[in-house]
């Protein structure tokens, strides 16, 4: 009776149920065998496996003995039944992973009997929910392992990212199929999903056949038994789709105050001037009641307003797009706090955007944390730059003193110490190049360095700059000419720091440049500003480049020797420094056809400072041993 009753539960267990007994040969091997009894479950598993709605129970021996040949072993289900027999359990994995299907199978004896249990893991779950998805044209849905490869996909991200079969996708990294900057961003948001084994959402831009779109990506962690992450799972909503999302979300307020209530993040709701919906949150957040701040937008406001954006996170904000940002919010208490602010629209029948949604989230912990580590790590360099410093300018002093025993010497000898001197003397520039901008770099980072600007003539300073590398650059065998429309133009900048921008470009330009050409310093004056051009006939930059080419160790790489490669930190150094100046800096370049960078200074004076007199000095000089030290001999 008690076997019964276990047989019932069996019957009626979400687990795939099989019971069958099997006849033997006359030499004890298995030829044959009966089913017995199976449950509906077993049945439905099968469906998904031959991907059918309908399944013919009379052929169900047949299509069995054909399923059992698929699992991963490559047992026949003969061999099968045996190893059951002598062991009492085996188990066993069934299917194919490239389309997510995948069974276990455990195997038990029972002296009279076989009883087998089929357990689909999350695959199997996987292969159902994208079935279901293929038929919807709005929601892309895919799987990747840990490693970020995919698994499988529905039929409309095929078509709009360009496959013809999910077989064709199998195994392909993201890098494989998107561009490397997209990649990166997936990459890094599957990451946080799986070191925080949480769901998660985020704003993504996927490179479709219409061309760039802007979606909202829902992802989260799948699971082994173990509860330990060994995938992901993406959904993500096009843009037309999201509107209309948004525009349910419009008639199902009540509902939407309702889910939000519970949030940790503040949730509200506002038209074009007033606050309609606050969630409960905002007192947590912003420790105050929300009465005050409840109806007009625009006090609310008031929270993120300091000196570097007077206006608040309102500042160039457009009602009908998305906005998002991160800000420093001073509440009333005192209190500082950093919010992650995002501002969605809500359409109407139209079209028309009537309402829209907020969402505000404290993030003050993770941004002590980002804080603390990047103090570390500015600190770190800061301490190691220093430190190479000293031993440098020691081996740079003592080569000077050992240029002054030079003369003392015959002629070969002279030669001979001459020679490695300056070599010695030329590397111990160039790793002072690299300590100064490290340093510069990470004052930078910090917002630490010092800018001290004066009233003088940029138009002489430039010149003069330039004068004080034409011997080097004659005996490269290159030519230099310097042209402007205007004689003197007094503006308010840093000498030092304009100085280094210069002889790096020239540097750089120097560097890349065809042998026997030109470099060409141009100056002219527009409306508003100083307009700079440092322009050479060198070997160019690939197109792809030019967008990342000021981003810190950066470098583009070229077929020429490395003894002509850099740091990468010297573009992001220059590109800083006219930034502090309010300038700007582009580079307009074609491979092969040489390249220009162009950067502009405001026509301003600071009424405080008299007007100074520059003359080329000799510390012009030394920088430019500094600054040229890498383009050897």
């Given at each position: 009776?008690?076997?019964?009753?276990?047989?019932?539960?069996?019957?009626?267990?979400?687990?795939?149920?099989?019971?069958?007994n099997a006849q033997k040969d006359e030499n004890g091997n298995y030829i044959d065998f009966?089913?017995?009894?199976?449950?509906?479950?077993?049945?439905?598993?099968?469906?998904?496996?031959?991907?059918?709605?309908?399944?013919?129970?009379?052929?169900?021996?047949?299509?069995?003995?054909?399923?059992?040949?698929?699992?991963?072993?490559?047992?026949?289900?003969?061999?099968?039944?045996?190893?059951?027999?002598?062991?009492?359990?085996?188990?066993?994995?069934?299917?194919?992973?490239?389309?997510?299907?995948?069974?276990?199978?455990?195997?038990?004896?029972?002296?009279?009997?076989?009883?087998?249990?089929?357990?689909?893991?999350?695959?199997?779950?996987?292969?159902?929910?994208?079935?279901?998805?293929?038929?919807?044209?709005?929601?892309?849905?895919?799987?990747?392992?840990?490693?970020?490869?995919?698994?499988?996909?529905?039929?409309?991200?095929?078509?709009?990212?360009?496959?013809?079969?999910?077989?064709?996708?199998?195994?392909?990294?993201?890098?494989?199929?998107?561009?490397?900057?997209?990649?990166?961003?997936?990459?890094?948001?599957?990451?946080?999903?799986?070191?925080?084994?949480?769901?998660?959402?985020?704003?993504?831009?996927?490179?479709?056949?219409?061309?760039?779109?802007?979606?909202?990506?829902?992802?989260?962690?799948?699971?082994?038994?173990?509860?330990?992450?060994?995938?992901?799972?993406?959904?993500?909503?096009?843009?037309?789709?999201?509107?209309?999302?948004?525009?349910?979300?419009?008639?199902?307020?009540?509902?939407?105050?309702?889910?939000?209530?519970?949030?940790?993040?503040?949730?509200?709701?506002?038209?074009?001037?007033?606050?309609?919906?606050?969630?409960?949150?905002?007192?947590?957040?912003?420790?105050?009641?929300?009465?005050?701040?409840?109806?007009?937008?625009?006090?609310?406001?008031?929270?993120?307003?300091?000196?570097?954006?007077?206006?608040?996170?309102?500042?160039?904000?457009?009602?009908?797009?998305?906005?998002?940002?991160?800000?420093?919010?001073?509440?009333?208490?005192?209190?500082?706090?950093?919010?992650?602010?995002?501002?969605?629209?809500?359409?109407?029948?139209?079209?028309?955007?009537?309402?829209?949604?907020?969402?505000?989230?404290?993030?003050?912990?993770?941004?002590?944390?980002?804080?603390?580590?990047?103090?570390?790590?500015?600190?770190?360099?800061?301490?190691?730059?220093?430190?190479?410093?000293?031993?440098?300018?020691?081996?740079?002093?003592?080569?000077?003193?050992?240029?002054?025993?030079?003369?003392?010497?015959?002629?070969?000898?002279y030669n001979y110490f001459s020679k490695y001197i300056n070599i010695m003397q030329q590397?111990?520039?160039?790793?002072?190049?690299?300590?100064?901008?490290?340093?510069?770099?990470?004052?930078?980072?910090?917002?630490?360095?010092?800018?001290?600007?004066?009233?003088?003539?940029?138009?002489?300073?430039?010149?003069?700059?330039?004068?004080?590398?034409?011997?080097?650059?004659?005996?490269?065998?290159?030519?230099?000419?310097?042209?402007?429309?205007?004689?003197?133009?007094?503006?308010?900048?840093?000498?030092?720091?304009?100085?280094?921008?210069?002889?790096?470009?020239?540097?750089?330009?120097?560097?890349?440049?065809?042998?026997?050409?030109?470099?060409?310093?141009?100056?002219?004056?527009?409306?508003?500003?100083?307009?700079?051009?440092?322009?050479?006939?060198?070997?160019?930059?690939?197109?792809?480049?030019?967008?990342?080419?000021?981003?810190?160790?950066?470098?583009?790489?070229?077929?020429?020797?490395?003894?002509?490669?850099?740091?990468?930190?010297?573009?992001?150094?220059?590109?800083?420094?006219?930034?502090?100046?309010?300038?700007?800096?582009?580079?307009?370049?074609?491979?092969?056809?040489?390249?220009?960078?162009?950067?502009?200074?405001?026509?301003?004076?600071?009424?405080?400072?008299?007007?100074?007199?520059?003359?080329?000095?000799?510390?012009?000089?030394?920088?430019?041993?500094?600054?040229?030290?890498?383009?050897?001999?």
């Amino acid at each position: 009776m008690s076997r019964k009753i276990y047989e019932q539960i069996l019957r009626n267990s979400g687990e795939g149920f099989l019971k069958v007994n099997a006849q033997k040969d006359e030499n004890g091997n298995y030829i044959d065998f009966d089913i017995l009894d199976y449950n509906k479950s077993f049945v439905d598993i099968l469906k998904k496996m031959l991907k059918k709605n309908n399944l013919d129970i009379d052929i169900l021996k047949d299509i069995i003995k054909d399923k059992f040949k698929a699992n991963r072993q490559g047992i026949e289900i003969y061999e099968l039944l045996e190893r059951i027999e002598k062991n009492k359990f085996e188990s066993i994995n069934f299917g194919e992973k490239s389309y997510g299907i995948n069974l276990k199978v455990d195997g038990y004896y029972l002296e009279e009997f076989f009883i087998f249990m089929c357990k689909s893991n999350f695959e199997q779950e996987i292969f159902r929910f994208t079935e279901m998805l293929d038929k919807s044209n709005d929601i892309y849905f895919w799987v990747k392992d840990i490693k970020g490869n995919y698994v499988t996909e529905n039929q409309t991200w095929l078509d709009e990212v360009g496959f013809t079969d999910k077989m064709s996708v199998e195994g392909l990294n993201s890098y494989d199929i998107w561009p490397k900057k997209q990649c990166d961003t997936f990459r890094a948001n599957e990451e946080e999903v799986i070191r925080e084994n949480i769901i998660k959402i985020f704003e993504e831009t996927f490179s479709l056949h219409g061309g760039d779109q802007n979606v909202d990506t829902t992802i989260w962690p799948l699971l082994d038994n173990e509860n330990k992450p060994i995938g992901t799972m993406g959904i993500a909503i096009n843009g037309k789709s999201r509107a209309r999302f948004y525009e349910n979300l419009k008639n199902n307020e009540k509902t939407f105050k309702e889910i939000t209530k519970y949030c940790e993040s503040v949730f509200f709701i506002r038209d074009e001037k007033n606050i309609i919906y606050m969630s409960p949150s905002y007192e947590n957040v912003f420790e105050e009641s929300c009465d005050y701040y409840a109806h007009d937008v625009y006090k609310f406001n008031d929270f993120f307003k300091n000196e570097k954006q007077p206006y608040g996170i309102l500042d160039n904000y457009k009602f009908n797009e998305l906005n998002e940002g991160r800000s420093k919010a001073k509440l009333k208490n005192g209190k500082e706090k950093w919010i992650q602010y995002k501002f969605l629209p809500i359409h109407d029948e139209c079209g028309e955007v009537i309402k829209r949604i907020g969402i505000l989230t404290d993030v003050t912990k993770d941004v002590n944390i980002e804080e603390e580590k990047e103090k570390i790590r500015l600190d770190f360099f800061t301490n190691i730059s220093h430190e190479l410093r000293t031993p440098v300018n020691i081996i740079l002093s003592s080569i000077q003193v050992l240029k002054l025993k030079l003369d003392t010497l015959d002629k070969n000898n002279y030669n001979y110490f001459s020679k490695y001197i300056n070599i010695m003397q030329q590397n111990t520039f160039r790793l002072i190049k690299l300590i100064n901008n490290l340093i510069d770099s990470t004052k930078i980072d910090s917002e630490s360095i010092d800018i001290h600007p004066i009233n003088a003539d940029i138009i002489s300073f430039i010149e003069d700059t330039c004068s004080s590398v034409l011997h080097f650059i004659k005996s490269k065998h290159m030519n230099l000419v310097f042209d402007t429309d205007v004689e003197e133009e007094i503006i308010s900048f840093d000498p030092d720091l304009i100085e280094r921008v210069l002889l790096n470009l020239l540097s750089n330009a120097v560097k890349f440049n065809k042998e026997n050409g030109t470099i060409f310093i141009n100056v002219r004056l527009e409306e508003k500003d100083v307009v700079v051009e440092v322009k050479d006939e060198g070997i160019g930059i690939p197109k792809d480049k030019i967008p990342t080419i000021f981003e810190r160790f950066e470098q583009v790489r070229t077929k020429m020797k490395s003894e002509r490669e850099g740091s990468g930190i010297g573009l992001y150094i220059v590109k800083s420094l006219i930034q502090m100046h309010d300038g700007s800096v582009k580079i307009e370049s074609e491979e092969g056809k040489g390249c220009s960078t162009i950067f502009t200074l405001p026509r301003r004076i600071n009424k405080n400072n008299k007007k100074h007199y520059l003359k080329c000095e000799e510390n012009k000089i030394n920088m430019m041993d500094v600054e040229f030290s890498d383009i050897y001999m």
